[in-house]
């Protein structure tokens, strides 16, 4: 059964500060990986998403990283923002959309940037 | 284009009590899902539909059915609610070509 893991589960920074989270993976069987945030008392937002066969993709100050072999994932923020404090959450498919197994998820790192 | 939308925002039952957990997508996608998120559990899948009419269980169906009538809409109906099933319920849909996928804002259930 796949197994997603995020480190760290929290993380209060400065603003302004590079930071790096971590996800990783059990199975590397996998289709995508996408990076969601999720704001208090709302849903998820897609942020990034890497299908098995790219490397990386970015989006403004967003830069996530796939090595599928090992099973791990970096998403970098550059120069972090207040607004940037959410819970960003990892996850996998094994089929294109999700297919019947859907996605599986890490349990998140809670994200606190400090004005 | 409102994407995924959910009905009701919040919700209180009583144990024993039933209750129908509306969402909708107007993005003319094929699939969707139901998740539900707990502290410190992630968000497991609950039912997913490939397309109107079709239903399958995933990872935590117990206590749940679902319904899809149509492409727009998929329920989720609680037939006897338990307090263990208190919970945050997300409905979500991906992308055709795209896979990214697109989440409802969540309905917020607590069973007392």
């Given amino acids: 059964k796949q197994e997603v ?110 004005p | 284009n409102a994407g995924v939308t959910q009905t009701p925002k919040f919700q209180v039952l009583k144990t024993g009590q039933s209750m129908t957990l509306q969402c909708a997508q107007d993005m003319n996608h094929n699939s969707m899902y139901w998740y539900r998120q707990d502290p410190g559990m992630g968000l497991r899948l609950i039912y997913y539909s490939a397309s109107e009419g079709t239903t399958d269980k995933g990872e935590v169906p117990n206590g749940y059915n679902v319904s899809r009538l149509n492409k727009r ?24 070509g795209t896979d990214t996928q697109y989440f409802g804002p969540g309905t917020r259930l607590t069973v007392l």
């Fill in chain 2, 73 to 96: 809409e998929f329920s989720l109906r609680l037939e006897s609610a338990a307090p263990s099933q208190t919970s945050v319920y997300f409905c979500s849909s991906p992308g055709e």
């Fill in chain 1, 5 to 114: 893991t995020q480190i760290p589960a929290a993380l209060s920074v400065p603003e302004g500060e590079n930071l790096v989270l971590n996800c990783s993976f059990t199975d590397s069987a996998i289709y995508n990986l996408q990076w969601f945030r999720q704001d208090p008392g709302k849903g998820l937002t897609s942020l990034l998403l890497i299908q098995s066969s790219q490397r990386e993709q970015t989006s403004g100050r967003l830069n996530a990283s796939l090595d599928k072999s090992s099973g791990r994932s970096t998403l970098y923020i550059a120069a972090s923002q207040p607004g940037d404090s959410a819970t960003y959450l990892c996850a996998v498919d094994r089929y294109s959309g999700g297919g019947a197994d859907g996605l599986t998820f890490g349990k998140g790192t809670h994200l606190i940037i400090q």
